[in-house]
């Protein structure tokens, strides 16, 4: 198995900036992909971005695209999501992800084996 801690979320206004933090534990040689999903109240949870293994290749939700930005640590077990130009809409609950031994990097939450128990952000206009 492999474990996600989330950390890094908190309160801003509109157009501030927060960074957050992924850590893997346990299996992770097993882990390839790694990615963030936003969850909402009321609403289901949305992919927002994904990163493949060697951190080459990222993928955006065209609704933080240009303003968020995802990266990989050396190790490929921490991931990081820096997100700038934040919008009230953006407020959510933000989960990491991991998925298992697969060549692809999935952009449906599914596909994901792993998930952390989330981290609150919220946007204050």
């Known amino acids: 198995q492999v474990q996600l801690v989330e950390s890094g979320g908190g309160s801003v206004q509109a157009g501030g900036s927060l960074r957050l933090s992924c850590a893997a534990s346990g299996r992770t040689l097993t882990m390839r992909a790694m990615a963030w999903f936003r969850q909402a109240p009321g609403k289901e949870r949305e992919f927002v971005g994904a990163?493949?293994?060697?951190?080459?290749?990222?993928y955006y939700a065209d609704s933080v695209k240009g303003r968020f930005t995802m990266s990989r640590g050396n190790a490929k077990t921490t991931v990081y999501l820096q997100m700038n130009v934040l919008k009230p809409e953006d407020t959510a609950v933000y989960y990491c992800?991991?998925?298992?031994?697969?060549?692809?990097?999935?952009?449906?939450?599914?596909?994901?084996?792993?998930w952390g128990q989330g981290t609150q952000v919220t946007v204050s206009s």
């Open positions: 990163i493949s293994w060697s951190g080459d290749s990222t």
């Open positions: 992800a991991a998925s298992g031994p697969r060549v692809d990097v999935p952009l449906s939450r599914d596909r994901y084996a792993y």
